[in-house]
């Protein structure tokens, strides 16, 4: 168990931090929305507690007709029940000061003219510079109505020196194909520099998830094994444990697929299998994974039918409560192909990773909630230890653990105990709980803080998000060309369809159960 610093060294300590941020002022989209009151007010509260929020206000835009006094009991409520540290009363005093709400809505020009009005007065009355946010937590759909706007109300200051920064944070889906990715990312550039976009993709902001960088680049140990003459293979597993629900109807039109792989699984990807930027300037650092993308094979046509799975959820039981199969489900047609699972075989063509396959899958309604990477090495040569083929020696394997507990594990092989030469595999644990005594930030907070900070780092680039889209939609038109009318099934609590079995074990591997 590693032994927690006395003094945690980092590379961009909490002054710097401070250096950073400006007094801003943060506008919420959509703020009577569950995201505003689960995730975007805690993570600003926190902030607070820990001494990182600039001097800000938070004005929250919605249709619900609320008064700032029920946005702030709103707020309070996401404190008490969503908060990683609990509602401290003096301090919860100082955060509501900060809150505020208007109704109206998006398609009513009317709507940015009050909202700039509003935001003018509370800035004179806060003494702030006029350094803006805009935060999009609404529908895709929404997206035009409120950049054009903000556009029209003149929200959005120019890029240069003498101007207040603005900047606006677009919430996923960014699309649901390349062509209406590239739609909605034309709609931003039209009002929005590329540089004031941030494409946030919340699983980047994991501890992690951040620690890959770390972990690779700032240890000896294993950046000279991170290639195929050493890596057998790795797999990316994201497990969801609840189903669709009430979201039925909404996942009917999007899928495993769209929901999952073309943002979080694919980032996580890209992470492993970079190249050394060369700095962390934050266009370095996304010119490294934009390569990645560029290098993803194509799977195209039929091959669709040999290196993906999809299926959707049986009859089952998750965690003793019996779940309904995804066709039963209220919202979902009774042929649908949508699917509730997938699995692919990937390959990245470049140097470092030509042969080695990225196994990644994906599901609803399996027997836990996870989400881990496994960096499987390749096998010791048969002699020594290894000698006897009839029980060979397990490889060793580095596990990144992203929720629900953040850490990492290394197996390795050890002798046991004794007179005899007898080994056996043992694994080396890290949480980030045993060994650090501050809790992880939540995701939110992160970027969140990156945002106001103008570090983009951690956010998706347009390019990056079409050559994402570019690489799914190939595999769409597959599936719709030669897809089956009906998708193998799963039973709800069990690990996925024996399809996504065969997938893996006709390269004799299997999948972790996590």
């Known amino acids: ?12 300590d909490d002054s710097l931090w401070s250096a950073l941020t400006q007094p801003c002022s943060l506008v919420i989209f959509g703020a009577s929305g569950d995201l505003t009151k689960r995730k975007l007010l805690p993570a600003l509260y926190n902030l607070l507690l820990d001494g990182l929020l600039p001097p800000c206000l938070v004005l929250g835009l919605g249709r619900k007709p609320w008064s700032d006094e029920d946005f702030r009991q709103v707020a309070r409520e996401g404190i008490e029940q969503f908060s990683r540290q609990p509602l401290q009363p003096e301090r919860w005093e100082d955060f509501q000061r900060r809150l505020f709400y208007m109704s109206g809505k998006l398609d009513d020009r009317q709507t940015f003219v009050q909202l700039k ?4 007065d509370l800035e004179t009355r806060h003494h702030l510079p006029g350094n803006r946010i805009y935060y999009l937590a609404i529908p895709p759909t929404a997206f035009a109505a409120a950049c054009q706007g903000l556009d029209y109300a003149g929200l959005v200051y120019p890029v240069d020196d003498r101007s207040p920064y603005s900047r606006v944070i677009v919430e996923k889906p960014i699309g649901r194909d390349l062509q209406s990715a590239r739609e909605l ?11 004031q976009i941030y494409r946030i993709d919340h699983y980047l902001g994991k501890e992690t998830v951040q620690n890959i960088m770390v972990l690779r680049f700032a240890n000896a140990i294993f950046e000279p094994l991170w290639n195929y003459k050493y890596i057998d293979h790795v797999q990316i597993t994201v497990s969801e444990a609840e189903t669709v629900g009430k979201r039925a109807a909404y996942y009917e039109e999007t899928g495993a697929l769209r929901d999952m792989v073309q943002n979080h699984l694919l980032q996580l990807l890209c992470l492993i299998a970079t190249e050394p930027p060369y700095s962390l300037d ?28 999809r299926a ?11 779940v309904p199969g995804y066709r039963r489900e209220e919202g979902v047609r009774p042929d649908s192909t949508t699917e509730t699972y997938v699995a692919l075989k990937v390959f990245v063509d470049n140097w470092r990773w030509a042969g080695v396959p990225f196994y990644i899958r994906t599901g609803k309604a399996l027997p836990k909630r996870a989400s881990e990477i496994a960096i499987q090495f390749k096998e010791v040569p048969q002699i020594l230890f290894n000698a006897n083929p009839h029980c060979p020696l397990d490889p060793n394997l ?17 002798k046991v105990p004794g007179t005899k030469a007898q080994t056996h595999p043992v694994e080396m644990n890290f949480k980030y709980g045993d060994a650090f005594t501050a809790p992880s930030p939540e995701a939110y907070e992160r970027l969140l803080l990156d945002v106001m ?5 951690l956010f998706m680039r347009r390019d990056a998000v079409e050559a ?47």
């Open 468 to 514: 994402s889209w570019a690489w799914i939609t190939e595999i769409l038109e597959g599936w719709a060309r030669y897809g089956t009318r009906w998708l193998p099934e799963y039973p709800a609590g069990t690990w996925g369809p024996v399809e996504a079995d065969r997938l893996i074990e006709m390269d004799g591997r299997k999948w972790r159960v996590l």
């Open 185 to 195: 990312n034309a709609i931003f550039a039209r009002v929005f520099d590329e540089s």
């Open 398 to 414: 580095l596990l990144l653990r992203i929720q629900p507990e953040e850490g990492m594990a290394m197996r390795i092989i050890s």
């Open 282 to 309: 934050p266009d370095v650092v996304r010119n490294a994974r934009m390569d990645v993308l560029r290098g993803l094979r194509p799977i195209r046509g039929k091959e669709t039918e040999t290196m993906t799975v």
């Open 453 to 457: 900070a103008g570090d983009a780092s």
């Open 1 to 12: 168990m590693p032994t927690p610093p006395t003094q945690p060294v980092s590379t961009c």
């Open 117 to 120: 009005k509003r935001l003018e």
């Open 312 to 322: 959707n959820i049986a009859h089952g039981v998750v965690n003793g409560v019996p």
